[in-house]
């Protein structure tokens, strides 16, 4: 077996009902495919209810990355899991916008701390929901 020593995986931590994921290596295309995947298969492991994803040291992103990130937002809602990012730079921000890429279901945060609150509130309000419907 040849393990690739160059080959990075991103932790995904799980923490009550959140996944929490903190990119801290700079992502290439091969890298965010995997990610997404990793990210997708933990959600419908754990039942997680919402992931926050820490890209405070991205500097860049490219389309690709943009459309990933957007796209696994999506994916991730449509398994009825929200998705906050935080911590863009505001290189990040100015580069997503230039492209054009749109973030439908993706809340933004500047830290981690906002993250969590805001994944806590939209939980808190889904609960909510659901128990009025009743």
Known sequence: MKIDLHEKRIPIIKIGNYLIVSIQVDMHDKLAI?????????????????VLIDISVLE?????????????ASMASIMDTAVVIVGMQPAVAITLVELGLEMPGVDTA?????????????????????????
């Open 60 to 72: 860049m992103v490219d389309s690709f990355i943009g459309r990933m990130l957007s796209g696994m």
């Open 110 to 134: 500047l830290n981690m701390e906002n993250g969590m609150e805001m994944l806590e509130k939209r939980l808190r309000e889904e609960d909510n929901e659901t128990f009025e419907s009743h």
């Open 34 to 50: 995997q990610l997404q995947s990793q990210i997708l298969d933990e959600i419908e492991k754990t039942g997680a209810k919402g």
